[in-house]
Nanobody, 121 residues
Framework: QVQLVESGGGLVQAGGSLRLSCVAS????????MGWYRQDPGKERELVAS???????NYADSVKGRFTISRDNAKKTVYLEMNSLKPEDTAVYYC???????????????WGQGTQVTVSS
């Protein structure tokens, strides 16, 4: 069974940095895209950044130049380096992976449990 487990959230002052990690476990045939989303209470979940298995990254305009997404395919891990954090970055951050389980017949979206990031002003 495939699972995504995030770590690295917490409380930081504005201007500070945090690094999120997400490890995928289980038998995976292919995982072409991994990414990070975030959600504030009362708002829709939004894409923060995504990255392909070849390393092509995509960012939300609100985080360009401040956040960097990377992945280690051998470790089935995706990272989100967050710098120059702002109070408006406060949200629950969710790891996402678009993948095909080993022995499975289809492509599915998997989600982590979420990790809280709080940026104080």
């Amino acid at each position: 069974q495939v699972q995504l487990v995030e770590s690295g959230g917490g409380l930081v002052q504005a201007g500070g940095s945090l690094r999120l990690s997400c490890v995928a476990s289980g038998s995976i045939f292919s995982m072409p895209v991994m990414g990070w989303y975030r959600q504030d209470p009362g708002k829709e979940r939004e894409l923060v950044a995504s990255i392909s298995s070849s390393g092509t990254a995509n960012y939300a305009d609100s985080v360009k130049g401040r956040f960097t997404i990377s992945r280690d395919n051998a470790k089935k891990t995706v990272y989100l380096e967050m710098n120059s954090l702002k109070p408006e970055d406060t949200a629950v951050y969710y790891c996402n992976a678009y993948l095909r389980p080993l022995g499975g017949s289809g492509w599915l979206d998997y989600w982590g449990q979420g990790t809280q990031v709080t940026v104080s002003s």
